[in-house]
Structures are given as C-alpha cells and as structure tokens.
C-alpha cells in the first residue's frame, strides 16, 4: 500500500488535543487504513472497526507483560520497588481466554450486586448542594466530585483521600495504558500504586471481590485482589468523569438541547444519553493483537501486531452516522462503539448509562444559569492524552440577571 503522499496518524499534529476530530476525519476520509508514527496499523472507518472488535483471530496484548520487560529500564539506579506489571496483572480488558472470561464474570456479578441507584441519587442532591451557591466554578471538578462521591461510597475509601487525590490516583491510572509514556512519568504512575495499596484495607468491596473470585475457583494473592480494585476504581471513577464532563460541556453550548433534557421523557433521555456517549467518545481507541497470522482485506497482517481501533473516528462516520458532527437527540438506530464490543466490551457500560440518566436532568436544571468564563470556550484546557479525552479545566459563571 502506498502511502507516501496520503496523511498518517500523529497524535501531535497542531491542534489535535483541542479537537481530535478534524484530523481523525482526514484519516478517515484518506487514509482509512495504514501504519500511524509508531508503526501499529491504524482503523479510522466504522465498518472495519465493528469487524476487528469481534474478530476470532484477534485478542487483547498484555499490558502488564509490556511493563514488566520495561520495568528494569523504567526502574534502573532507582531503589524505588517496581510495581507497575503487578498491580495491573488482571485488568480484564489486557487478558485473553480462560482467564479473561472468570475474571469477567466474578466482576461483573460483583457490580450487579453493588446499590447503584440510591448511592447515585444521594450524590447528585449532594453536588448541587454543594456548588448551586457558587457564582463560578470548574465543570471538570464539579463532575470530579459527583463521581467521587459515587465510587468513595461504594468502594469505602471515604476515609481515605480527597477528591483530589483520586482524580490524580484514578488519572495516573488511565495514563499508564498510553501511548509514549516516560520514564519518569511511569515512576510517578508507580508511586502512586504504592500509595494506593491502602485505599481497600478496610473496604467491604474487598470481600466481594474474593468471593466472587472463590466462586469461579480462581486463585488469587493479594495483588490479584489489589489489580482488580484499581481497574474497578479507575473504569469506575476516571471514564464516567470524563464522559460526563464532555456531555456536559457539550450541553451548555447548546442552548436546545438544555430545554429538551428539562422536558425529556425517561425513554427521550435514554436516546439522547446514547447519542452523548457517541459524541464525546472518552475512551477514543482500543487495540487488538493478532492471534495468529491474519489477511484482513488485502493486508498481511503477522502475529503479534497491533491494530489501533479508533473508536471516536468509528462513532463519526458518515456512511454510519447522518451528520455525525451533531448531537442529534432522537438518533435512531445508534450502533456506536464508545464501549467497544466482543468480548471486550465495557463491564461498566450499564453503570454509565445509570449515572447520566439520574444526573442529567438535576445537573442541566442548576447548569442553565451557567455560561463559559469570560474567555469562552477558548479557555478549555485539554489533557495531552491519547487514548482517553479529557478535561482539565472548563470555567463556567453564573448568567448576569
């Protein structure tokens, strides 16, 4: 394939942590298919994208296995204790086979059993409580602590860490699956897993855990249990701030859609909140390994390499999507992949769904007397992350009367 005068992914192009889009469109449009800066094959059409999420020959690449051959670089002349390839050695979304499928299904009987909805209602009350008195604020710390409010009490780690801290614990998290990671900052991921070690000593969601894992007669130490309370914190915690900051963010600029979300029927809400996880996209790509040597199209694919499945480019496609630029309330059907798909797909999808369509309504009442800060959308600070979008900072201030 000849690529020599077509575009290729870089995620450093000018802008592209502003707005994504507009290059993940040239792509898309150019070069649809093709090996990006770093050599993995990149996926930009949704088509394609749906295939390879469910393909047979294609599994997941260990994350934990990749840290470990870099730890003693990462870690060389430090007498720091290497923790990075344990505490992730069962985040189910690295782990293919047998494993992959126990592992699954302890955790997802584990968040089955979990009192969602009363937790969630408390926590939105509470939040607008908190900030309804405050004439500005920061829409990245407000849904922060909405979040946190959630998973401090159904983790039991209130007694442990502000916001604050677990935004950072959660975010470093995140930040360890990325793309051209340093070695210092890995030091950083590092320490914080340590630190970390004692947020469930005292948490009843330890317990749950370990039963379920009995159950499906795995065994476990106690950095098994550890690995599986950071994913469920971080997947809890770092993908429902995100997604609901950016829906959020999204909303306000859109003075409609605010007024339809006030008189949404819960079926009219349900439709809307896809059309919002297809928008915003947090989690913008996920990567597949091929299992054994694979012609996909034409292309000779060999063992072990890596295909990055772009899913915020899939989720704009315009042979899938009319007008994939604009939230469209009522879009119906909606196949977007913001949760991926096959065996893969997101454990915490429903969770999501659940936390917008109890928030959504409360949070667009006390948001529509809020605009951006006095250097408008402009002033949005983007985190230079790849694989999850996020913002740092969006100032808002209450409407002049």
């Given at each position: 394939?000849?690529?020599?005068?077509?575009?290729?992914?870089?995620?450093?192009?000018?802008?592209?942590?502003?707005?994504?889009?507009?290059?993940?469109?040239?792509?898309?449009?150019?070069?649809?298919?093709?090996?990006?800066?770093?050599?993995?094959?990149?996926?930009?059409?949704?088509?394609?994208?749906?295939?390879?999420?469910?393909?047979?020959?294609?599994?997941?690449?260990?994350?934990?296995?990749?840290?470990?051959?870099?730890?003693?670089?990462?870690?060389?002349?430090?007498?720091?204790?290497?923790?990075?390839?344990?505490?992730?050695?069962?985040?189910?979304?690295?782990?293919?086979?047998?494993?992959?499928?126990?592992?699954?299904?302890?955790?997802?009987?584990?968040?089955?059993?979990?009192?969602?909805?009363?937790?969630?209602?408390?926590?939105?009350?509470?939040?607008?409580?908190?900030?309804?008195?405050?004439?500005?604020?920061?829409?990245?710390?407000?849904?922060?602590?909405?979040?946190?409010?959630?998973?401090?009490?159904?983790?039991?780690?209130?007694?442990?860490?502000?916001?604050?801290?677990?935004?950072?614990?959660?975010?470093?998290?995140?930040?360890?699956?990325?793309?051209?990671?340093?070695?210092?900052?890995?030091?950083?991921?590092?320490?914080?897993?340590?630190?970390?070690?004692?947020?469930?000593?005292?948490?009843?969601?330890?317990?749950?855990?370990?039963?379920?894992?009995?159950?499906?007669?795995?065994?476990?130490?106690?950095?098994?249990?550890?690995?599986?309370?950071?994913?469920?914190?971080?997947?809890?915690?770092?993908?429902?701030?995100?997604?609901?900051?950016?829906?959020?963010?999204?909303?306000?600029?859109?003075?409609?859609?605010?007024?339809?979300?006030?008189?949404?029927?819960?079926?009219?809400?349900?439709?809307?909140?896809?059309?919002?996880?297809?928008?915003?996209?947090?989690?913008?790509?996920?990567?597949?390994?091929?299992?054994?040597?694979?012609?996909?199209?034409?292309?000779?694919?060999?063992?072990?390499?890596?295909?990055?499945?772009?899913?915020?480019?899939?989720?704009?496609?315009?042979?899938?999507?009319?007008?994939?630029?604009?939230?469209?309330?009522?879009?119906?059907?909606?196949?977007?992949?913001?949760?991926?798909?096959?065996?893969?797909?997101?454990?915490g999808a429903n969770v999501a769904r659940l936390e917008l369509r109890h928030c959504l309504q409360p949070m667009v009442q006390l948001l529509k007397d809020y605009t951006f800060d006095d250097h408008g959308e402009s002033n949005v600070q983007w985190a230079k992350q790849i694989f999850m979008r996020n913002a740092q900072s969006i100032l808002l201030k209450r409407n002049a009367l």
């Open positions: 394939m000849d690529i020599s005068t077509k575009v290729t992914w870089n995620p450093y192009s000018r802008g592209y942590f502003q707005d994504p889009y507009p290059h993940l469109k040239t792509c898309r449009e150019n070069n649809p298919v093709h090996q990006g800066i770093h050599e993995a094959w990149m996926f930009f059409k949704h088509s394609d994208i749906s295939k390879l999420l469910r393909h047979p020959n294609l599994g997941v690449s260990g994350l934990s296995e990749y840290l470990k051959e870099k730890e003693p670089y990462i870690f060389k002349n430090t007498e720091t204790c290497p923790y990075l390839a344990q505490s992730t050695q069962w985040w189910p979304m690295y782990l293919n086979g047998n494993l992959h499928k126990k592992i699954r299904v302890a955790l997802g009987k584990v968040f089955q059993a979990l009192e969602w909805e009363p937790v969630i209602l408390k926590a939105v009350e509470r939040v607008n409580a908190r900030y309804q008195s405050l004439n500005k604020f920061n829409l990245a710390n407000y849904c922060a602590d909405y979040i946190f409010m959630i998973t401090s009490e159904i983790f039991g780690i209130d007694q442990y860490g502000t916001t604050a801290k677990i935004k950072e614990y959660s975010n470093l998290l995140a930040r360890s699956q990325d793309l051209f990671v340093s070695k210092q900052f890995y030091q950083q991921i590092n320490t914080s897993l340590l630190w970390g070690k004692q947020l469930f000593d005292r948490s009843a969601y330890r317990e749950k855990i370990e039963a379920a894992l009995k159950e499906q007669q795995l065994d476990y130490t106690s950095d098994h249990i550890y690995s599986l309370m950071t994913i469920s914190l971080m997947a809890t915690f770092e993908t429902s701030k995100d997604n609901l900051c950016m829906a959020l963010y999204e909303i306000i600029k859109r003075k409609h859609i605010i007024h339809l979300i006030s008189e949404s029927t819960p079926q009219q809400l349900n439709i809307l909140i896809e059309e919002l996880f297809r928008f915003t996209s947090p989690l913008q790509y996920t990567v597949r390994e091929v299992q054994s040597p694979l012609n996909y199209n034409g292309i000779s694919l060999p063992t072990q390499s890596k295909l990055y499945l772009c899913l915020a480019s899939a989720n704009r496609d315009p042979e899938v999507f009319d007008r994939p630029d604009e939230i469209i309330p009522d879009r119906q059907p909606n196949p977007h992949l913001s949760f991926g798909g096959g065996l893969h797909f997101c454990l």
